[in-house]
């Protein structure tokens, strides 16, 4: 009598079986190797949109008349909220980590200067991590500049000949703002998500509906067999995927990459663990591959693709709704990925975030592993 095959041999051959499925699905090669060049190339330009509500430092080294009016006119402007401080050290590491999109420094002298005849410098610092953002923040910081400066000259009667304020302004982190730096790492996003969850939530209703499952049972396989035998290929086919964009941007359309590639890996294998429970939790409770596809792409793509702050920024959302975005992954990831590529190993963004992709992680892949059945009934 055969000898059974071992646990180990049962996982590698259905492991095969699913890696010959991909190859020879012209969907899943498209969608893990075609669709990211092309994300790559409608990513290149960026929809501009207005923003609200921007976190913004005002540094006022010493406070004057003047530099308190400067100050009313960012808070009075509708479009900054001001935070206040005597150092701009106090500010810098706000401005790293995301909590603040600009720093606007009034120095010691700026009334002194101003009154004495002499130019002004007003410095302006604005984190452009996000391209979209970093460009508006620094035209609404020079426009607030500029109207606070011609209601000085209506007030006090002077017209020109008080001379005008002179801001210094300095972008971080994406100094060109290149709107292809700030949406690669979120095409990343989206196209784990379309591997993770779109094309995983077919993988088992395809069995069920084509009458292999049958088969795939009669094996003895166990619940855990069958689970990882359809996550490992998936989960190569995403890495590869991930590799691929993160390649030809860096190297081939100048992408800034100034964080670690473990890291990289790292937080996009965790991503990579929620988008494939999500995707066999769907495909294991619809056994209907046209049910799966829809399910994934309401609860899977459209929330990677609007409510992640890739093309429709988070802070110009209503609070409704950023509230919303809160409980979907996409967002962490997105801004992990962003301050990997343009900040660099910021820890005080990557690892909260990390820590909220992996317990986003845990929870699908144990619930997709509940969600798979070993039995016709």
Same mark, same amino acid.
């Given at each position: 009598?055969? !000898?059974?095959?071992?646990?180990?041999?049962?996982?590698?051959?259905?492991? *095969?079986? &699913? $890696?010959? *499925?991909?190859?020879?699905?012209?969907?899943?090669?498209?969608?893990?190797?075609?669709?990211?060049?092309?994300?790559?190339?409608?990513?290149?330009?960026?929809?501009?949109?207005?923003?609200?509500?921007? $976190?913004?430092?005002? @540094?006022? &080294?010493?406070?004057?008349?003047? =530099?308190?009016?400067?100050?009313? /006119?960012?808070?009075? $402007?509708?479009?900054?909220? @001001?935070?206040?401080? &005597?150092?701009?050290?106090?500010? &810098?590491? #706000?401005?790293?980590?995301? *909590?603040?999109?600009?720093?606007?420094?009034?120095?010691?002298?700026f009334a002194d200067r101003r009154l004495s005849g002499q130019p002004s410098p007003v410095q302006v610092l604005v984190r452009a991590a996000e391209a979209n953002t970093g460009e508006l923040v620094l035209n609404y910081t020079e426009g607030t500049l500029r109207q606070w400066q011609q209601n000085q000259w209506v007030a006090q009667g002077l017209g020109a000949r008080l001379p005008g304020v002179q801001w210094e302004p300095r972008i971080w982190f994406n100094p060109e703002a290149d709107y292809l730096a700030a949406m690669l790492p979120g095409s990343i996003a989206v196209v784990m998500t379309l591997i993770g969850t779109m094309l995983t939530s077919l993988v088992v209703a395809r069995e069920w509906e084509r009458g292999t499952m049958e088969s795939l049972l009669s094996m003895g396989l166990s619940r855990a067999e069958l689970f990882l035998g359809k996550f490992f290929p998936y989960f190569l086919l995403g890495m590869l995927a991930m590799e691929l964009i993160s390649v030809v941007g860096v190297v081939f359309l100048g992408v800034p990459f100034r964080g670690s590639w473990w890291v990289l890996h790292l937080v996009t294998a965790v991503y990579l663990g929620y =988008?494939?429970?999500?995707? #066999? !939790?769907?495909?294991?409770? !619809?056994?209907? *591959?046209?049910?799966?596809?829809?399910?994934?792409?309401?609860?899977?793509?459209?929330?990677?693709?609007?409510?992640?702050?890739?093309?429709?920024?988070?802070?110009?959302?209503? /609070?409704?709704?950023?509230? #919303?975005?809160? @409980?979907?992954?996409?967002?962490?990831? @997105?801004?992990?990925?962003?301050?990997?590529?343009? =900040?660099?190993?910021?820890?005080?963004?990557?690892?909260?975030?990390? /820590?909220?992709? #992996?317990?986003? =992680?845990?929870?699908?892949?144990g619930w997709a592993m509940r969600a798979t059945r070993t039995n016709l009934a």
């Amino acid at each position: 009598m055969p !000898t059974p095959p071992s646990r180990a041999k049962r996982i590698w051959s259905l492991i *095969q079986k &699913e $890696s010959r *499925q991909i190859v020879r699905d012209p969907s899943s090669i498209m969608m893990a190797f075609v669709l990211p060049m092309i994300l790559l190339g409608l990513f290149t330009y960026g929809v501009s949109l207005d923003l609200r509500h921007i $976190s913004i430092g005002v @540094v006022v &080294e010493r406070m004057t008349p003047e =530099a308190d009016s400067l100050v009313a /006119a960012f808070r009075s $402007s509708g479009y900054f909220r @001001v935070r206040l401080a &005597e150092d701009r050290r106090l500010l &810098e590491p #706000l401005l790293v980590s995301g *909590q603040v999109q600009a720093v606007v420094v009034i120095p010691a002298d700026f009334a002194d200067r101003r009154l004495s005849g002499q130019p002004s410098p007003v410095q302006v610092l604005v984190r452009a991590a996000e391209a979209n953002t970093g460009e508006l923040v620094l035209n609404y910081t020079e426009g607030t500049l500029r109207q606070w400066q011609q209601n000085q000259w209506v007030a006090q009667g002077l017209g020109a000949r008080l001379p005008g304020v002179q801001w210094e302004p300095r972008i971080w982190f994406n100094p060109e703002a290149d709107y292809l730096a700030a949406m690669l790492p979120g095409s990343i996003a989206v196209v784990m998500t379309l591997i993770g969850t779109m094309l995983t939530s077919l993988v088992v209703a395809r069995e069920w509906e084509r009458g292999t499952m049958e088969s795939l049972l009669s094996m003895g396989l166990s619940r855990a067999e069958l689970f990882l035998g359809k996550f490992f290929p998936y989960f190569l086919l995403g890495m590869l995927a991930m590799e691929l964009i993160s390649v030809v941007g860096v190297v081939f359309l100048g992408v800034p990459f100034r964080g670690s590639w473990w890291v990289l890996h790292l937080v996009t294998a965790v991503y990579l663990g929620y =988008a494939l429970g999500l995707g #066999l !939790t769907v495909s294991s409770l !619809t056994r209907s *591959q046209f049910l799966a596809t829809q399910a994934a792409l309401i609860i899977g793509f459209l929330p990677s693709f609007l409510l992640s702050g890739l093309v429709f920024e988070i802070q110009s959302m209503p /609070a409704a709704i950023r509230m #919303l975005t809160c @409980v979907f992954p996409p967002r962490y990831f @997105v801004t992990v990925l962003r301050t990997l590529f343009l =900040a660099g190993d910021v820890w005080d963004v990557v690892l909260p975030n990390t /820590a909220i992709l #992996l317990l986003f =992680a845990g929870v699908l892949l144990g619930w997709a592993m509940r969600a798979t059945r070993t039995n016709l009934a």
